[in-house]
């Protein structure tokens, strides 16, 4: 019988690229990591890893086994879920990932919830980008991811992965004086880095509106966005739960219907979807979401 240890060492690789990544995230040494492949490859009796210049790479029969690897992680989290749905009380830890304009106006509350049904259910939050966290999330880093999803650019759905609808939000026009979009053309922007996909949706509008946006400023906190916009230093686009249920301090002027809604979902490993403690979380930030005022997704089952 194969370690189950040095399986998952070898999925590691699989996700993560390199031994050293491998081994900064599990606490280990690069040597102690190959160590435990070359040992893996004994047991298994074929090669698993191959030399690529410095790095190495996995071998087609190396690729089958972490299939199977996959399948049997999946069934422990089934186990683990039903071990958990037994117990009278919820306990241990549950690690989160969240971007900014959730992790203000939903994670709080949602917290607020859990502690007092929870109290023995340990919640770790981390602020991470969809981009990161997802990938993070299949290397088993987070149990529960929140994400969002722009019009005309949808989330992948990974094989493995619970992609569940939460709530929609309403993105619009921050400036002052703003008539229409290609009123805006020669005015300066402030948007999100340019590998994300709030980005890529901005920069989108703007050309179907018949410019290419100036973006002088960019960053990932959406708060220094309003605040750019109230100091009349830029233009932006910004979401509803910016303002975490306040009235906006800014001039907000309506998108197209098809282009002003954004997704906000949540995303678990599948094996793990029945966990009682995803559940408990995933209806403590339905609950939040509704009292914030956000629109229930049409495809939310709740």
């Not at 008539?179 to 402030?190: D, E, H, V, Y």
Request: one cysteine or more.
């Amino acid at each position: 019988m194969y370690d189950l240890h040095r399986l998952r060492l070898l999925r590691e690789l699989k996700l993560r690229g390199t031994l050293a990544a491998v081994a900064e995230a599990l606490s280990y040494s690069p040597s102690s990591v190959s160590q435990q492949l070359s040992q893996l490859e004994a047991e298994v009796g074929v090669r698993l890893l191959e030399p690529v210049g410095r790095r190495v790479r996995l071998t087609a029969q190396a690729e089958v086994l972490v299939r199977h690897i996959d399948a049997v992680l999946h069934r422990l989290e089934l186990a683990e879920s039903d071990l958990a749905a037994s117990l009278s009380q919820l306990t241990g830890e549950l690690r989160v990932a969240t971007f900014q304009t959730a992790a203000l106006a939903l994670v709080p509350a949602a917290l607020n919830t859990i502690r007092a049904a929870h109290p023995h259910l340990r919640v770790r939050v981390r602020h991470r980008e969809p981009e990161l966290a997802l990938p993070a999330l299949a290397a088993r880093d987070f149990d529960l991811v929140l994400a969002e999803e722009y019009p005309g650019n949808p989330l992948p759905r990974r094989p493995g992965v619970d992609l569940t609808p939460l709530c929609t939000d309403t993105l619009r026009l921050a400036a002052d004086g703003a008539t229409s979009l290609a009123a805006l053309a020669s005015r300066p922007w402030i948007m999100e880095p340019p590998e994300s996909r709030p980005r890529q949706w901005a920069v989108a509008m703007c050309r179907d509106a018949g410019f290419e946006p100036d973006v002088c400023f960019e960053s990932a906190d959406l708060l220094l966005h309003a605040r750019m916009v109230e100091q009349h230093h830029a233009v932006a686009f910004l979401p509803d739960l910016v303002w975490a249920g306040a009235t906006p301090t800014l001039a907000l002027t309506n998108l197209p219907t098809r282009q002003r809604t954004r997704r906000i979902l949540t995303a678990c490993r599948a094996g793990a979807s029945r966990h009682p403690a995803i559940k408990a979380f995933r209806a403590a930030l339905a609950e939040t979401a509704d009292a914030a005022g956000a629109t229930p997704d049409p495809q939310s089952a709740r």
